[in-house]
């Protein structure tokens, strides 16, 4: 019996694509376990495809710096619950749906991933590689996730009262203490 989700090819554990340049950036070791953990999930959660709230969830779970973004309180604790309740009741709706909002090109090499996920990791990776760094970051990941309003993690978010456009200001605001600084800012192409 083969797996619903395909094992990561080393494309996807790297982050570069036939079409990134050269210089593109790797997956850190802390993302490329919260890609593991997003696998596991959404193979635990009976979908065919990793969303954004998989890996939102993953990132929550694996990676501090995220985490910190967040904050304390109730948003947080609210955010957990609902993403926990996914598998339970909450996002059923989701099960054998696409994640594609259409606002986001296609990208053709995440297997594995709906389009979206795989749009966001790939533009993580070049984020990264923008401000000089070789190794793309949860919070690159998390800038990524939370740019389409059509995303399942950006549904998520705004269910626990999580403003998605606040929290990528912020991200991008403490740019220098979250990995390093260097420009990133950039606009997908609607």
């Known amino acids: 019996m083969q797996p619903r989700i395909p094992r990561q090819s080393a494309q996807e554990q790297d982050c570069r694509r036939p079409d990134t340049p050269a210089d593109g950036a790797r997956l ?10 997003a696998r596991r999930r959404a193979l635990r959660d009976g979908d065919r495809q990793i969303d954004s709230a998989h890996l939102l969830h993953s990132l929550l779970e ?8 967040f904050g304390e309180g109730p948003q947080i604790a609210r ?10 009741g909450y ?3 989701w099960q054998g749906a696409v994640e ?11 297997e594995g991933f709906s389009p979206l996920a795989a749009s966001a990791m ?3 990776c070049r984020r990264a590689a923008l401000r000089g760094d070789t190794q793309a970051r949860g919070i690159d990941l998390l800038a990524e996730i939370v740019v389409d309003p059509q ?9 626990a009262g999580i403003d998605a456009t606040a ?3 912020r991200i991008d605001g403490h740019r220098d203490e979250y990995v390093g600084g260097g420009d990133t800012t950039r606009q997908r192409d609607p």
């Open 28 to 37: 850190s070791d802390e993302l490329a376990a919260v890609v593991s953990g």
């Open 122 to 124: 790939e533009h993580a």
């Open 151 to 159: 995303a399942r993690a950006v549904e998520v978010l705004d269910r």
């Open 167 to 169: 929290l990528r200001a």
């Open 91 to 93: 996002g059923l709706r």
């Open 79 to 88: 955010l957990l619950g609902y993403l926990v309740q996914r598998s339970i």
């Open 100 to 110: 594609d909002s259409g606002a986001v090109p296609v990208v053709l090499h995440g």
């Open 62 to 69: 694996h990676d501090p710096d995220v985490y910190a973004v």
